[in-house]
């Protein structure tokens, strides 16, 4: 069971996805009165439905209860009452070998049921997925043909607009470069539509001359196309991300906690410390990455040697994923801080929540390596 203490279930509650949490709460709040949120539902069960699903930074006992090395893993709260967040919830991990005996008991059903099997089997999905950034959730289920309602993803029309724009000039530029055309308008006009099918339905007929011009086959084609995607999204998405960083590191260095005594007073500076070294470790590789992307695609863009992409595309998928654990996590400490400080500068913080808060930062922003963050 997840008690909330010191408010931690409440500020699960954020309006929807971030990059760490699928808030079903507010969703249900916002938009349970909605014809597409009972009918095209992102799971099936009602309860399951009112539910967090989180990307969790395990603590030990956690990492040898699930018998591996992993840091993270998925976890899914269901509240004891979604009126009343202090109330507490039930957690399962995703991850666990008892998960669905685990689920299925305390949803009450069968492990056979339908709607049970279909709700597992898309959990298991997100599981997969590095971050649940709307645009990215989106994505994933419009490619895996999944009917699930716009109001789940809660993306504003001029994010997706803005969002649609960048991707579809990178992609433009591969229709143009992988077909060999020119720069005659004729040209471009054509491009940019077969830009606008491939952002929107990679699957299209239309698409088969350049999957062909790759020489990839049709799942390695549409796992490049949406690793690749990702990989925009990112570079997309940096900017941002190093603004809200930017401003968390400067909240934390000023912060000021009261009630500590001599040898708390050092530990916390200590984890202020590591928080810091953490967060830009995970910059500097977001940032190489994001670099390499880049001069790799600028490299595509001189020579216009489709075998150079093919080669960018198959890594895509990779990238896509490493790139999502570091934005992810930044995001995620970023954004809880933004989210909890109501978006104000704050002098001071009692102990007891330092203490609560602090910690979890440090082990979100933690990497099995730092020396891949050099």
């Avoid at 971050?131 to 009917?147: I, K, N, T, V």
């Avoid at 990989?231 to 968390?248: I, K, P, V």
């Avoid at 934005?327 to 400080?341: D, E, P």
């Amino acid at each position: 069971m997840a008690k909330d203490s010191y408010g931690k279930l409440t500020f699960l509650k954020r309006g929807g996805s971030t990059s760490r949490v699928i808030d079903l709460v507010s969703i249900k709040e916002r938009f349970g009165d909605t014809t597409g949120w009972s009918t095209d539902p992102m799971f099936f069960m009602s309860r399951l439905n009112k539910s967090f699903v989180v990307k969790h930074t395990l603590r030990a006992w956690e990492r040898e209860a699930l018998g591996g090395d992993r840091t993270s893993a998925t976890k899914v709260i269901i509240p004891i009452s979604d009126k009343d967040l202090s109330l507490g919830g039930h957690s399962i991990f995703v991850e666990d070998p008892q998960f669905e005996r685990q689920l299925a008991e305390h949803l009450g059903v069968t492990v056979d049921h339908p709607n049970f099997i279909a709700d597992v089997g898309r959990l298991r999905a997100l599981a997969e997925l590095p971050s649940f950034d709307p645009y990215l959730l989106h994505e994933f289920f419009r490619r895996a043909g999944e009917s699930i309602d716009e109001c789940y993803f809660v993306i504003s029309d001029d994010e997706l607009r803005r969002i649609t724009e960048y991707v579809a000039g990178q992609i433009d530029i591969l229709v143009r470069k992988a077909l060999g055309g020119g720069g005659d308008a004729a040209t471009l006009a054509k491009s940019r539509k077969l830009a606008k099918v491939l952002f929107e339905d990679e699957d299209s007929p239309q698409l088969v001359v350049l999957r062909d011009a790759l020489r990839m086959t049709a799942q390695e084609y549409r796992d490049g196309v949406f690793g690749w995607k990702g990989t925009l999204y990112y570079s997309w998405r940096a900017g941002d991300c190093y603004a809200e960083l930017a401003a968390f590191l400067k909240d934390l260095k000023s912060l000021r906690v009261s009630g500590l005594t001599g040898e708390d007073r050092a530990e916390i500076r200590s984890i202020v410390a590591s928080i810091a070294q953490l967060s830009m470790g995970r910059w500097d590789r977001l940032k190489s990455r994001l670099d390499t992307y880049h001069e790799e695609f600028e490299r595509f863009v001189q020579r216009g040697d489709p075998a150079a992409l093919k080669s960018f595309m198959t890594r895509a998928p990779e990238m896509f994923v490493e790139m999502g654990e570091d934005i992810g996590r930044l995001q995620h400490v970023a954004s809880y801080w933004k989210f909890w400080t109501k978006g104000r500068r704050i002098q001071s913080m009692p102990a007891q929540e330092a203490f609560d808060i602090l910690p979890d930062f440090e082990a979100a922003l933690q990497v099995t390596d730092l020396r891949d963050a050099a």
